[in-house]
Nanobody, 117 residues
Framework: QLQLVESGGGLVQPGGSLRLSCAAT????????MGWYRQAPGERRELVAS???????NYANAVKGRFTISRDNAKDTVYLQMNSLKPEDTAVYYC???????????WGQGTQVTVSY
């Protein structure tokens, strides 16, 4: 049964960096693509980065050039390196397969990222 544990969030000043991790209890190769999503207060959850088994990366325009998604198949872990963080990046970040319906409605607890002075 799929479970996802996100970690690595925290409070960071604008311009700073964070590296998020997402550990899965099943092989991430079970899914064609894995993604990082985020949800800001009062907003809908959105996909910000995805990575296919074949290595194709896609990013939302808002994070392109600043965020990098990667995966370690041996550890069944997905990462999100976030650089040049902005206050508008403040959100709870989740990982999940792409599309998320492949997880059957499941979402992990997420990890809070707050970008502020």
């Amino acid at each position: 049964q799929l479970q996802l544990v996100e970690s690595g969030g925290g409070l960071v000043q604008p311009g700073g960096s964070l590296r998020l991790s997402c550990a899965a209890t099943v092989s991430i190769n079970s899914f064609q693509a894995m993604g990082w999503y985020r949800q800001a207060p009062g907003e809908r959850r959105e996909l910000v980065a995805s990575l296919t088994k074949g290595g194709s990366e896609n990013y939302a325009n808002a994070v392109k050039g600043r965020f990098t998604i990667s995966r370690d198949n041996a550890k069944d872990t997905v990462y999100l390196q976030m650089n040049s963080l902005k206050p508008e990046d403040t959100a709870v970040y989740y990982c999940n397969p792409v599309p998320p319906r492949l997880a059957g409605g499941y979402w992990g607890q997420g990890t809070q990222v707050t970008v502020s002075y």
